[in-house]
């Protein structure tokens, strides 16, 4: 890929540019009022009692999100679906997986050297030191390894962001819903109806989301984490769903009772990054543990 095409495809110059305007979004975790209406917009809310965090974002974010709602079409992620799920590609352990991932270097921010899998211990420390259960601890640790697509080749919009059901009528709570204008999907009246090529209540699982990492996590671990912790991998960057309230007519009932798992996941991928360094040759043991007490020592990547 020449150097035009690869600045074309990857706006951002951190992934945690799009983690940022996430906080933007949402400065606060969820309140336990906020979780209760679980699903649908409140329609008491004005327009404008919203910021306009559009309008403040970076231009890197809004190229990004332009990208990323242009591409994302339905067959694009069906098509990603077959050409990632078949693990094909390596053998690893967790740990090994991790420090795989350190090739993702960000030299964006001059005020900290964190690697990846620092930032990996980071959320898992904070669940540790909450006293979480060992699963969610490990759900914590893996749940951002899905970046090494960044290092198979995929752009930046098809890897981290908001995700959202394609193949279905986008929701004007995604943010920067205009882009979708220039989606091929947008101009076909099959894919715009409300439940789309869904049937109503069919359940999450059915749906085809945008890919990205966490669709690919997901299928990496879905043979050893608990269901909790693989609605967290699949549905951390679902903030349509697990922020905004949308899509309630998709779920089934599984869906619901899982929707406050994402909710109680969702602090600790979002505001734990800080400039502190985990020690990670002395955390290495215990997560090594913790590793074998759920995966093989080898998993298909």
């Given at each position: 890929m020449s150097p035009i095409a690869l600045a074309q495809n990857q706006p951002l110059q951190s992934l945690d540019e799009v983690?940022?305007?996430?906080?933007?979004?949402?400065p606060q975790p969820m309140s336990e009022a906020q979780k209760k209406p679980a699903v649908g917009a409140d329609p008491a809310k004005k327009v404008d009692e919203f910021r306009n965090y559009e309008a403040d974002a970076r231009p890197t974010?809004?190229?990004?999100?332009?990208?990323?709602?242009?591409?994302?079409?339905?067959?694009?992620?069906?098509?990603?679906?077959?050409?990632?799920?078949?693990?094909?590609?390596?053998?690893?352990?967790?740990?090994?997986?991790?420090?795989?991932?350190?090739?993702?270097?960000?030299?964006?921010?001059?005020?900290?050297?964190?690697?990846?899998?620092?930032?990996?211990l980071q959320?898992?420390?904070?669940?540790?030191?909450?006293?979480?259960?060992?699963?969610?601890?490990?759900?914590?640790?893996?749940?951002?390894?899905?970046?090494?697509?960044?290092?198979?080749?995929?752009?930046?919009?098809?890897?981290?962001?908001?995700?959202?059901?394609?193949?279905?009528?986008?929701?004007?709570?995604?943010v920067f819903p205009k882009?979708?204008?220039?989606?091929?999907?947008?101009?076909?009246?099959?894919?715009?109806?409300?439940?789309?090529?869904?049937?109503?209540?069919?359940?999450?699982?059915?749906?085809?989301?945008?890919?990205?990492?966490?669709e690919y996590i997901y299928n990496v671990c879905k043979d050893y984490l608990p269901m909790e912790g693989l609605y967290m991998l699949r549905y951390h960057s679902f903030y349509p769903w697990h922020r905004e309230g949308e899509y309630g007519h998709l779920l089934n009932d599984q869906d619901r009772k899982h929707l406050k798992d994402v909710q109680a996941f969702n602090p600790y991928d979002l505001?734990?990054?800080?400039?502190?360094?985990?020690?990670?040759?002395?955390?290495?043991?215990?997560?090594?543990?913790?590793i074998a007490e759920f995966f093989p020592a080898k998993v298909r990547w």
């Open positions: 983690e940022d305007f996430y906080k933007e979004r949402y974010v809004r190229e990004f999100y332009r990208l990323n709602h242009a591409h994302q079409t339905h067959e694009f992620a069906l098509a990603k679906r077959k050409e990632y799920l078949g693990f094909n590609r390596r053998q690893m352990g967790i740990w090994e997986a991790a420090e795989y991932l350190n090739q993702l270097i960000d030299d964006s921010d001059p005020d900290t050297d964190l690697s990846q899998l620092e930032h990996l959320t898992a420390e904070h669940l540790r030191a909450d006293g979480q259960s060992r699963w969610m601890i490990l759900t914590g640790f893996v749940h951002d390894l899905g970046k090494i697509l960044c290092l198979w080749g995929e752009p930046q919009w098809a890897v981290v962001g908001d995700t959202f059901p394609t193949g279905c009528a986008y929701s004007p709570k995604i882009f979708f204008e220039a989606n091929p999907d947008f101009r076909n009246p099959r894919f715009q109806t409300k439940n789309g090529v869904y049937e109503e209540g069919c359940g999450l699982d059915a749906v085809n989301l945008s890919w990205g990492h966490d505001y734990t990054k800080s400039h502190a360094k985990p020690d990670a040759k002395a955390l290495r043991p215990y997560y090594e543990d913790l």
